[in-house]
Antibody
Framework: QVQLQESGPGLVQPSETLSLTCAVS?????????WDWIRQPPGRGLEWIGS???????YYNTSLKSRVSISIDTSKNQFFLRLGSVTAADTAVYYC???????????WGQGTLVTVSS | EIVLTQSPGTLSLSPGQRATLSCRAS???????LAWYQQKPGQAPRLLIY???SRATGIPDRFSGSGSGTDFTLTITRLEPEDFVMYYC??????????FGQGTKLEIK
């Protein structure tokens, strides 16, 4: 059973950097697939932030590209999100997920709410 | 960038009825790379349909997907009370980027 769990601060100051970790169990991230970060502002829809491949190749949403960095640590079976220069507009539930190729985004973490506020 | 537009924004129906949700792409996309998700309040999205018409593991056959080109449909027959939640379509490819539709809320009439 593949499981993903997000962790990180629930409150971030404006202009600072949001940092989240996704711990994966039940599957080795080095075995393949893309590993995604997706967010959802309160009461709104889903936004793909970016993805990392097991090789370390990364892909980012063009609207966030200048502020986002995603990385992977295969030895710890984790991947990471960093989003810089945050504002209130970055307040959202952040999900990590596995993209199972043609099977779509087949496993999701439970999500973690990050609030940007002073 | 492919933009997905879902309609209607809200669909009001009664239990037992049939729901038809639409997802339109801004350009023609491969049937292999269109998925549907269900999201209940306070929960992560759950994969329902991938590759336009393949049901994910454990999804009842009341849920079905169809379509091609730019127009795709999620059909839910015999609506049950737990079906009245949010639904999103997603386009993906053999590699990122991905995009989501803005969602359809299915509510009890």
């Amino acid at each position: 059973q593949v499981q993903l769990q997000e962790s990180g601060p629930g409150l971030v100051q404006p202009s600072e950097t949001l940092s989240l970790t996704c711990a994966v169990s039940g599957y080795s991230v080095s075995s393949g697939y893309y590993w995604d970060w997706i967010r959802q502002p309160p009461g709104r829809g889903l936004e793909w932030i970016g993805s990392v491949y097991h090789s370390g190749n990364t892909y980012y949403n063009t609207s966030l590209k200048s502020r986002v960095s995603i990385s992977i640590d295969t030895s710890k079976n984790q991947f990471f999100l960093r989003l810089g220069s945050v504002t209130a507009a970055d307040t959202a539930v952040y999900y990590c997920a596995r993209h199972g190729g043609v099977r779509g985004t087949d496993y999701w973490g439970q999500g973690t709410l990050v609030t940007v506020s002073s | 960038e492919i933009v997905l537009t879902q309609s209607p924004g809200t669909l009001s129906l009664s239990p037992g009825q049939r729901a038809t949700l639409s997802c339109r792409a801004s350009q023609s996309i491969s049937r292999s790379y269109l998925a549907w998700y269900q999201q209940k309040p306070g929960q992560a999205p759950r994969l329902l349909i991938y590759g336009t018409s393949s049901r994910a593991t454990g999804i009842p056959d009341r849920f079905s997907g169809s379509g091609s080109g730019t127009d795709f449909t999620l059909t839910i027959t015999r609506l049950e009370p737990e079906d009245f939640v949010m639904y999103y379509c997603q386009h993906y490819g053999s590699a990122p980027p991905y995009s989501f539709g803005q969602g359809t809320k299915l509510e009890i009439k």
